[in-house]
């Protein structure tokens, strides 16, 4: 196969300095955590070196939220190709090799290919996104995310008239994934799926820091998708493919167990999963004693977002 | 309730309390990780239904070893039980919920898993309301039959821990299967107590009919029969 480098891309015609020097900044940062394996200390040794301190904030980014501390964050994450809880989870997935990172892109685009990450951030403009993230189990976070929107690289790669659902493939490395080696519960590699509209939604974005560092390897580094009215696990981690498809993708949670998760899953009080109560959650962060959060319609993005599903009855596309 | 202190009997009380002490020393230092709420809800979960099953496997025990005497295991690691399962209850109502009662209720009318836990924990408390020396005497036969719900409230607390599972089944199949060993030793034991009074019938009754016909048999044996 084909990969293409910095060449086929055309120079972007951004040219305000500081998104440019955010973007080198970047760049460099995931460089070097390639090349110097940032991220095999403990997880909770912060990878802190990289920040980038004043990123623009991003559409529909609430500023009202305040952050969830990130040492919660780096440590309470589920990672089931790693570990089924989420101790040995944040612990195995140091493992993860993320030196030069390629993405595929294809299926119904004109431009397909296998892009670097390094030159697909070349074209694009990064901003923090402070989002709420709803777990399906109930718990939930706010989370600064640093990223770019989905839109932008699906714009890119100029989708065909046939593309009307988006398939996310995340990374097969069974040499350092316990449970992809031995075929445990999911089918792998983890795929997750959005329709053509959620996906070019401003608020569905791909990450690839938090807190202003590049995203810790348990998070998802080092590229992740992020939609913030799902369910969390819809927002794929390590993702190396993206294609762009005619039919809904098989995701591998709505494979395993289809009447608990169903594609769209998105985050709904009123929808109780099979088994549990989806009508509040608990906010990691706060103390004993204190109430769980009233969980919202859509996770509070209602506003933005309850347009794309205006006659659809939530209930059955759960 | 009046307690023979002995030394073995000692230990399990205060070993009862070491999973309590433990978490206290957690909460303490902090050490529950990232959602410490939810950390402490589990692990009390957790010691209930280990005391449940430690309970279940008193009566094994004592049959395989001919070990007398262990009733009072069997309602110590009980009540330890309940004591454990109450503490859990109560971080689910009062320090996760915060006793905000119109979101239990919708908590616990949609979570199914739930409803096994209140099942497991009505059971429980019924048990230990009626566990005293003095309450088994004056229920007499019912007190057998009403404490053989133990093996129901286990099954039930099995089905509760299944049915929240989010990813690990090691650990509850770990419990399913001591629970159903612990019922199917029971149930053994018991069609064999069976098979063997069906069998021995005829033969004690033709042993006192001949020893009657030899009046050799003495006064006490008639009186048990
Ligand atoms: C004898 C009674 C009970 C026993 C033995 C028991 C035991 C357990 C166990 C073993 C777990 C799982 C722990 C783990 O994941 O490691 C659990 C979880 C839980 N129990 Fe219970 N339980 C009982 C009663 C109840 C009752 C009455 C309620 C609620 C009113 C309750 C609510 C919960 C909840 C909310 C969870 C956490 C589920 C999750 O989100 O993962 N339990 N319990």
């Known amino acids: 196969m084909i990969i293409k480098t910095k060449k086929d891309i055309p120079a972007s015609e951004i040219t305000d300095p500081l998104v440019f020097n955010n973007r080198r900044k970047i760049i460099k940062a995931i460089l070097a955590g390639a090349v110097t394996g940032i991220g095999i200390s403990p997880v909770s040794a912060a990878n802190n070196s990289i920040a980038w301190p004043d990123l623009p904030r991003g559409d529909g980014s609430a500023g009202l939220l305040t952050p969830t501390p990130a040492e919660l964050v780096k440590n309470y994450t589920n990672y089931y190709e ?175 167990a289809p009447h608990e998760y169903g594609f769209y899953s998105n985050v709904n009080p009123a929808v109780a999963h099979p088994r549990w109560s989806q009508s509040s959650e608990r906010q990691l962060g706060s103390g004993f004693f204190t109430p769980r959060r009233k969980t919202e319609l859509f996770n509070g993005y209602g506003e933005q977002v309850a347009s794309l599903y205006r006659d659809m009855d939530l209930r059955h596309f759960f | 309730m009046i307690f023979k202190i002995d030394n073995l009997r000692t230990k399990c009380i205060v070993g009862g309390l070491i999973p309590l002490l433990w978490l206290s020393i957690d909460i303490a230092f902090d050490n529950l990780g990232a959602n410490p709420i939810y950390a402490l809800h589990v692990r009390l979960g957790d010691w209930s239904l280990r005391f449940l099953c430690l309970t279940l496997a008193i009566t094994p025990i004592q049959t395989m070893t001919n070990w007398r005497g262990m009733a009072d295991y069997r309602q110590l690691f009980g009540m330890y039980a309940f004591f454990y399962a109450t503490l859990h209850v109560l971080a689910y109502l009062v320090i996760d919920h915060a006793l905000v009662w119109h979101m239990i209720g919708i908590d616990i009318i949609e979570s199914p898993y739930i409803w096994f836990g209140v099942l497991a924990y009505i059971i429980v408390f019924l048990l230990a309301l009626t566990s005293s020396k003095w309450a088994k005497k004056r229920m007499g ?85």
Not at chain 1, 208 to 235: C, D, E, T
Not at chain 2, 192 to 197: P, V, Y
């Open chain 1, 82 to 256: 790693f570990a089924f809880n989420k101790q040995d989870s944040a612990r195995l997935a140091q493992n993860l090799r993320t030196d030069s990172w390629t993405i595929e892109i294809g299926g119904e685009v004109e431009n397909p290919g296998i892009y670097y990450l390094e030159d697909v951030l070349r074209q694009q403009t990064l901003q923090e996104y402070i989002y709420r993230f709803r777990c399906v189990e109930g718990w939930s976070m706010v989370v600064p995310w640093v990223g770019f929107p989905l839109s932008c690289l699906l714009k890119f790669v100029k989708p065909l008239s046939g593309a009307l659902f988006v398939k996310f493939t995340a990374v097969h490395q069974p040499e350092v994934m316990p449970k992809q080696r031995r075929n445990a519960m999911l089918e792998w590699p983890y795929v997750e799926g959005l329709r053509m509209d959620e996906a070019m939604h401003p608020l569905t974005i791909l990450a690839v820091g938090m807190y202003g560092s590049i995203l810790p390897k348990q998070n998802g580094a080092p590229l992740r998708l992020v939609v913030p009215w799902k369910y969390g696990f819809k927002s794929i981690k390590a993702v190396v493919k993206i294609e762009l498809v005619r039919r809904p993708p098989v995701t591998s949670w709505c494979q395993f």
């Open chain 2, 141 to 225: 036969k019912s007190w057998k039959k009403l404490h053989r719900f133990i093996y129901l409230a286990a099954i039930a607390a099995v089905i509760h821990y299944f049915w929240q599972l989010k990813g690990n089944l090691a650990e509850p199949l770990f419990y399913a299967i001591m629970v159903f060993l612990l019922l199917v030793f029971r149930i053994l034991v018991w069609v064999k107590n069976r098979q063997l009074n069906k069998a021995m019938a005829p033969t004690a009754r033709r042993v006192l009919t001949l020893a009657e016909e030899q009046s050799e048999i003495p006064e006490t044996i008639h009186k048990q029969h």
